[in-house]
């Protein structure tokens, strides 16, 4: 089992920045990719936003985030940061923290392990 835990949420105006962070815990040797997906509204699909893989470091990214974010790992503290710069108001969304034991995905469906979520406002 894995355990995911996400902090850094909060409130930025349009054109700001900021960090959320995920920090893992339990059997992380099992990790092979992590990745943030959002979701926007209850009901609404998993949008996918970024993904690392954790022995290689290679990252992938959502066409709408190309450019703005940045996800990167710290392998020694098992934590994902995921970095949020030029905010725009359809940022707004619950960010989410995913693993899987998979190779790299963007399907939701195909990470085996959630956390909690944190929520993320942009003002405009």
């Known amino acids: 089992q894995v355990q995911l835990v996400e902090s850094g949420g909060g409130l930025a105006q349009a054109g700001g920045s900021l960090r959320v962070s995920c920090a893992a815990s339990g059997d992380t040797f099992s990790m092979t990719v992590t990745g943030w997906f959002r979701r926007q509204a209850p009901g609404k699909e998993s949008e996918f936003v970024a993904?690392?893989?954790?022995?290689?470091?290679?990252?992938y990214y959502g066409d709408s985030v190309k450019g703005r974010f940045t996800i990167s790992r710290d392998n020694a503290k098992n934590t994902v940061y995921l970095q949020m710069n030029s905010l725009v108001a359809e940022d707004t969304a619950v960010y989410y923290c995913?693993?899987?034991?998979?190779?790299?995905?963007?399907?939701?469906?195909?990470?085996?392990?959630w956390g909690q979520g944190t929520q993320v406002i942009v003002s405009s």
């Open positions: 993904a690392i893989r954790w022995n290689s470091g290679r990252t």
């Open positions: 995913a693993a899987t034991s998979r190779s790299y995905t963007r399907a939701p469906t195909s990470y085996d392990y």
